[in-house]
């Protein structure tokens, strides 16, 4: 009998929290597959937030940036996203007209100054290609030394990858009119091109390829949570494209307190501290701690290139078309 009691009370626990769980408003977050997997940022900003907002905080994971606009715009305002976490500047102004102003006043830390009103940067990196120490002695310098040498490299479809975008951009921004022959001359180095980042990444730690497109801040992963000092990024001569991660809230929010409250969350001490070993990349906000002292050894390029959000969605219809030409030579 008293087990029983027990048990019955237990149950009628158990489905008065699940109930109370129902009772929470929830806010529904669309970002990309890394940041919530269970090494990424994304389920210690859901524990953290959940512990101060009363809510339920719920994920979807949409693939890359790039898949993240594609569904935004897809949807439309027919989404069920109130906040949109990991578009870059590549993307924002083609998905501006389904945001709106998110009124959130950071000290931001970013390498270029900062004034839209519609996204909050929530990380920030340059665009690099990883090679092993132990397997190349010598980088290449530039894109021409790189084109002049016998090395393979992978990289990301700029059509479905973040990376892949910012390559096609790095390029232009670094070489204007010159980007198709740039393209034509560096198409025989290329070994492959894949959908998305982790499975570059994963074809260059296999040693099937001699470098890979990532980020200058990889190395660090290697560095920091391996003790592996054997990945490095190759400082360009051109300087480095920068990629800025960005969060924003969707219109047609019909959470747009609670909308406004995550978004300062992400720049709030508790998000920017945990973002250099999770994410991998540069806080947007510098935490009051500071961040591992493995990241001082990663490169510091200059200059810092990146075309303003409306310059990158003019350039990219025909970046892409010059890319494409060149590969299917």
């Known amino acids: 009998m008293i087990r029983n009691s027990l048990m019955a009370l237990g149950l009628a626990t158990t489905m008065g929290a699940a109930a109370m769980a129902d009772d929470l408003p929830v806010l529904n977050v669309y970002t990309y597959d890394s940041f919530v997997s269970e090494w ?25 940036g790039a898949a993240l606009l594609a569904r935004i715009q897809l949807e ?20 501006a007209p389904l945001f709106a102003p998110h009124d959130v006043s950071a000290d931001l830390d970013l390498p270029v100054a900062w004034d839209d009103p519609l996204f909050l940067p929530f990380d920030w990196g340059w665009f690099a290609f990883v090679y092993d120490t132990t397997r190349l002695a010598s980088p290449p310098r530039s894109f021409r030394d790189l084109i002049d040498s016998d090395l393979s490299v992978v990289i990301e479809d700029p059509r479905s990858s973040t990376p892949g975008l910012g390559l096609l951009m790095w390029v232009k921004a ?78 047609g929010t019909d959470q ?39 990241f001082d050894a990663m ?31």
């Open 256 to 294: 747009p307190d609670l909308a406004h409250r995550f978004m300062e969350f992400m720049v709030s001490d508790a998000v920017q501290s945990v973002i250099p070993e999770t994410n991998w990349m540069y806080p947007a906000v510098m935490p009051a701690d500071g961040i591992n002292p493995g």
């Open 76 to 95: 439309g305002e027919r989404t069920a996203a109130d906040v949109v976490l990991g578009l870059d500047t590549n993307l924002t102004a083609q998905a």
């Open 174 to 251: 670094a070489y204007g009119d010159e980007a198709p022959a740039i393209w034509r001359a560096l198409a025989p180095r290329i070994l492959t091109v894949t959908p998305g980042w982790s499975e570059a990444y994963g074809l260059f730690l296999e040693g099937e390829a001699d470098m890979v497109l990532s980020y200058t801040t990889s190395p660090a992963y290697h560095l920091i949570a391996d003790n592996d000092a054997t990945k490095a990024a190759a400082r360009f001569d051109e300087g480095h494209y920068l990629q800025v991660e960005v969060a924003g809230i969707v219109a």
């Open 40 to 64: 990424g940022p994304g389920p210690r900003v859901e524990q953290a937030f959940e512990a101060t907002c009363g809510c339920d905080l719920k994920f979807t994971a949409v693939g890359d």
């Open 299 to 329: 490169i510091q390029p200059a200059p810092s290139l990146l075309f303003s959000a409306a310059e990158a969605e003019a350039l990219r219809d025909p970046a892409l078309a010059e890319w494409r030409d060149a590969l299917a030579q």
